[in-house]
Structures are given as structure tokens and as C-alpha cells.
T-cell receptor, first 107, second 112 residues
């Protein structure tokens, strides 16, 4: 059983669409991270959340601790947003990763 | 300097070779991590160093041997690897264990 579940696994969107990626977890966490991995491997940390909501440019991340759920939203999506988005939760000093959502934004 | 660097970018080795992967950061981070990532899978944690001491070893085979010579450097020594060890090896660092991690670009390893 995976402690972190993401949905959808794959997502294709037209440029300009609003995108939502979901993450659910089953353990008590200290924090939740959203990561972006482009083809070729490089991973970028987008957000670290322990409560509420954070916004950076066109990206918005929310977390509901009671429901053990987080969402990553992308507004006005662009082909350069095409990447794998990974949710990771921190339990103590350990990290548990979701299986990732592969996003393709078509011009 | 806010990046984690890894060398080499690509490595091809035979099953009898000995090689090392290197990772470096100059952000003053005290925790460093090695991950292994197979295609279309999330990263799997291998080792965590905290204040230059190995704090987590996720049951990794002894053919992988980590080393932390100082707070800025992390090595992964490879010996007698198997073809199934071919993967992307990612290094990351964080201010302290459990804080936001900054990832390097990875070393893509192929074992023949």
C-alpha cells in the first residue's frame, strides 16, 4: 500500500486550461511538498505546505490536514508546464513520494 | 549559490567496474540525500546523511557505499553493480533533515 496516492496519473490539457492535480495521504505528516520533474531528470521543489494555501505565479497549492488531501492548481497552463508533478509527504525525517502525475500541455 | 551539482551526468559501467558518483552543495545545508529513480517511477530514498553522519540507510545493497567527506560533499561508491541498478541517481540537500530539499540534476547510470 502506498502512503501517498496521486490522481490523475496522466493528464493532457490544451494551452490555457486550468489544471488540478490531487494528492491524498494516509499518514500523519509534518509537511507536504510538491515537486516538478522535467524530462531529463531535474527536480524542482515548487511548494512546501503544512497548512492552508500558497501561491507562486500561476501555481497554487492547497492542503486540508483534516482530510489528508492536497491539490496543485495551474492557471492558464502553458506547454512549458509539461512535466511530472510529484507529491511528497514528510513524516518525521522520512519522505514518502507519490507516483507522480505526468502532465502534457498541448499548444 | 543555490544549486546542487552532480557529476558525472552520464555513466556507463560494467558489472566488474568500480566508480563513484559525486554531489556537491555550497548552501550550508546539513542534510544530504541519495535517491534512485527508475523510469516512470518516483524517486526511492537510499541514504540520508545528517551533520555528516549516516542517519538513514534504506536497506540498500552493500554494492552501493555512501561517503560524506565533509558537509558540502556526498559520494556514492559503486562496485559490482547489476544491470537492474541502471537508473537515474539523484542527490538532494536540505537545511536540516526534513526541510525542503533541493535536488541535483542527477547522474544517469547504465550498467552493462
Amino acid at each position: 500500500k502506498n502512503e501517498v496516492e496521486q490522481s490523475p496519473q496522466n493528464l493532457t490539457a490544451q494551452e490555457g486550461e486550468f489544471i488540478t492535480i490531487n494528492c491524498s495521504y494516509s499518514v500523519g505528516i509534518s509537511a507536504l511538498h510538491w515537486l516538478q520533474q522535467h524530462p531529463g531528470g531535474g527536480i524542482v521543489s515548487l511548494f512546501m505546505l503544512s497548512s492552508g494555501k500558497k501561491k507562486h505565479g500561476r501555481l497554487i497549492a492547497t492542503i486540508n490536514i483534516q482530510e489528508k488531501h492536497s491539490s496543485l492548481h495551474i492557471t492558464a497552463s502553458h506547454p512549458r508546464d509539461s512535466a511530472v508533478y510529484i507529491c511528497a509527504v514528510r513524516v518525521g525525517n522520512q519522505f514518502y513520494f507519490g507516483t507522480g502525475t505526468s502532465l502534457t500541455v498541448i499548444p | 549559490d543555490t544549486e546542487v551539482t552532480q557529476t558525472p551526468k552520464h555513466l556507463v559501467m560494467g558489472m566488474t567496474n568500480k566508480k563513484s558518483l559525486k554531489c556537491e552543495q555550497h548552501m550550508g545545508h546539513r542534510a544530504m540525500y541519495w535517491y534512485k529513480q527508475k523510469a516512470k517511477k518516483p524517486p526511492e530514498l537510499m541514504f540520508v546523511y545528517s551533520y555528516e553522519k549516516l542517519s538513514i540507510n534504506e536497506s540498500v545493497p552493500s554494492r552501493f557505499s555512501p561517503e560524506c567527506p565533509n558537509s558540502s560533499l556526498l559520494n556514492l561508491h559503486l562496485h559490482a553493480l547489476q544491470p537492474e541498478d541502471s537508473a537515474l541517481y539523484l542527490c538532494a540537500s536540505s537545511q536540516d533533515p526534513g526541510h525542503t530539499q533541493y535536488f541535483g540534476p542527477g547522474t544517469r547510470l547504465t550498467v552493462l
